[in-house]
């Protein structure tokens, strides 16, 4: 029989993601439902390792659900990589009478998860918070949704001044391994070319692309660049040689950066989040460990952390076809 749950840790780790605060919230609040005591961990694993621990009531996350980044900070971790490190986080849970963990972060944070209840045998649950959109076993990971609103709302305010000169602006956005991002604001904001790390458009074919739109009557263009597209070395690499290659156009580059990180989580991702807290919780309380909450076919399923983090999401086939089909 697993040790029944008394005490549940909570942190946030890696990069902050709107919907963080929510899910702080949904755990605070299940542990308090349960009558489960619950303390927040400052700093991510840092936070573990120095002991910087708070308990929380139902009371502490008021307010919370519509702020951006993370109460409970986060922050990389180097001394956790190590045996030491985590023996000392060991040690600080330990010592406070804390019995299970829930992470919310991406696949580096649920990589540290998996490591320490695999040397302590400590239970740990996983929460995915990034706004890539990149890990294996859900549809959405917490603030996807609300990065993409925020990308939408700035390409909507690029297209005004690049129509009033005719322009074409290259927009980098977020994604430095997978295009989830930019496919799916590309369709929405309208783009006339969409790059991404899974599809190489190549130089060529993407002025052969930006020509035939032009021909075709459109005065001004929009192209989404994923971060961790191959076709040049960076955007401004894609902006010179488009420049070369072709005339007419008075080309820009725009790297939107950090700012897709911010804001106030969507309705979509408040939810979410909600629902994975709660079944982050109920799941260690009823003895499962070792798994990320994630949504699939709008239900909340569990994944073994090791195929969340080793697993490939893959890019929406259709997408691609209804971005080519958009841009004629």
């Not at 005490?7 to 542990?31: E, F, Q, Y």
Request: glycine share 12%; aromatic share 6%.
């Amino acid at each position: 029989m697993p040790k029944s749950i008394e005490k549940i840790a909570v942190l946030t780790s890696g990069g902050d993601s709107p919907g963080m605060n929510a899910a702080v919230r949904a755990v605070v609040r299940t542990c308090a439902f349960h009558n489960v005591e619950c303390y927040g961990v400052y700093q991510g694993y840092e936070g573990l390792i120095e002991g910087d621990f708070k308990k929380m009531d139902a009371r502490s996350v008021k307010g919370i659900i519509n702020k951006g980044g993370t109460i409970l900070k986060s922050a990389r971790s180097k001394e956790f990589r190590t045996k030491e490190g985590r023996q000392k986080a060991y040690d600080n849970l330990s010592e406070e009478g804390i019995d299970g963990l829930v992470v919310i972060g991406g696949d580096g944070s649920f990589t540290g998860a998996l490591i320490f209840n695999q040397e302590f045998g400590f239970p740990v649950m996983g929460i995915p918070g990034t706004i890539d959109n990149d890990i294996f076993g859900t549809s959405h990971t917490l603030g996807f949704d609300t990065a993409l609103n925020t990308v939408v709302d700035a390409i909507d305010k690029i297209r005004d001044t690049a129509s009033s000169h005719n322009r074409l602006f290259f927009i980098e956005v977020m994604g430095r391994d997978v295009g989830h991002i930019a496919l799916n604001v590309g369709i929405a904001g309208g783009a006339e070319e969409i790059l991404i790390p899974e599809e190489d458009l190549g130089l060529d074919r993407l002025v052969e692309s930006l020509n035939k739109s032009r021909k075709s009557g459109k005065s001004s263009s929009i192209v989404v660049v994923a971060e961790g597209d191959k076709i040049g070395k960076n955007i401004f690499e894609l902006k010179d040689y488009v420049d070369e290659n072709m005339e007419g156009y008075d080309v820009r580059v725009s790297v939107l950066g950090h700012m897709q990180r911010g804001g106030a989580p969507s309705c979509f991702d408040r939810v979410l989040a909600s629902r994975m807290g709660v079944k982050a919780v109920e799941a260690m309380l009823n003895g499962q460990s070792n798994y990320m909450v994630g949504l699939l076919d709008n239900k909340m399923e569990l994944t073994p952390l090791d195929n969340a983090i080793k697993g490939k999401t893959k890019i929406n086939l259709e997408l691609l076809r209804v971005s080519d089909i958009m841009s004629t």
